[in-house]
């Protein structure tokens, strides 16, 4: 099975903690060139300095702001007019919990722009280069709420199946040049997100942190929530040349938790 990514150069977005410095740790380790786009850069040049290095990989990193689409089209512009990119991965934090029915306006639209529109100025900028290379893996790390949504993230549900769509119908539009889209959806992962939806949880409802949290292992079958790096290792795989016939999919990977196939 070919897993070898050298030669291959990589964007990671969301990148300087949780799925998103996993997720370019992962790909670093199989020998890709990787470019980390996030909107802190001090956390930026902590991440590039602790990746993998061999041979002639080279990696740095972009200043971006997910909030603002034009900004992130132009850093994202700028880099693919000096480097090619092979490996996109869309990643961005979620929104804040709460009812769909209590969301304001401005929440979905904050949400829309983050995910969607962004995730779409980055493709549009990276897939000139994948078609001329015949070589193209977009990875989309998503949700399981785009199987089943989840109580208590009513934006958070909106947007995330926006996406999912998006990407259906993008990686039908790109199949013909070497390119595939893929979402993987995370269940329960350690990480920042999640430790603060568990406190805004159990501060709404009088329980404590320990509460809350072994309600929501009990509902995995696994028995535990996940690690960043075990959600990372499916983006890595769906980035490899193996890969190449894998095309237009969502998969979960959250201990087995989501009730649908």
């Known amino acids: 099975m070919n897993i070898d990514l050298t030669g291959k150069h990589a964007v990671v977005c969301g990148s300087t903690q949780g799925i998103g410095k996993a997720s370019a740790m992962e790909l670093a380790a199989l020998g890709a060139s990787v470019t980390l786009l996030a909107r802190n850069e001090e956390k930026l040049k902590q991440t590039v300095a602790a990746l993998p290095v061999s041979g002639s990989q080279k990696h740095g990193y972009l200043v971006a702001d997910f909030s603002v689409p034009e900004n992130v089209k132009q850093v994202i512009t700028k880099h693919v007019d000096a480097n090619k990119v092979h490996i996109l991965v869309n990643n961005t934090g979620g929104p804040p919990g709460g009812l769909a029915i209590d969301a304001q306006e401005e929440e979905f639209m904050k949400a829309f722009t983050a995910h969607l529109l962004c995730n779409s100025v980055l493709v549009k900028a990276v897939a000139p280069c994948m078609k001329a290379e015949k070589y193209g893996r977009i990875i989309n790390i998503i949700s399981t709420s785009v199987k089943i949504p989840l109580k208590g993230l009513g934006v958070s549900n909106t947007i995330r199946g926006a996406v999912a769509n998006w990407a259906k119908t993008l990686s039908v539009e790109l199949a013909p040049f070497g390119i595939t889209v893929n979402n993987v959806l995370p269940g329960a992962t350690l990480t920042g997100r999640l430790e603060a939806l568990v406190q805004s949880k159990a501060e709404k409802t009088g329980k404590s942190f320990e509460e809350v949290m072994k ?14 790096h075990e959600i990372a290792a499916a983006v890595a795989f769906l980035a490899m040349p193996a ?5 237009g999919i969502n998969i979960p990977v959250d201990g087995g938790r989501t009730g649908s196939l």
């Open 215 to 228: 309600e929501m292992v009990t509902e995995i079958p696994a028995g535990r929530v996940g690690d960043a």
């Open 243 to 247: 890969a190449a016939y894998i095309n």
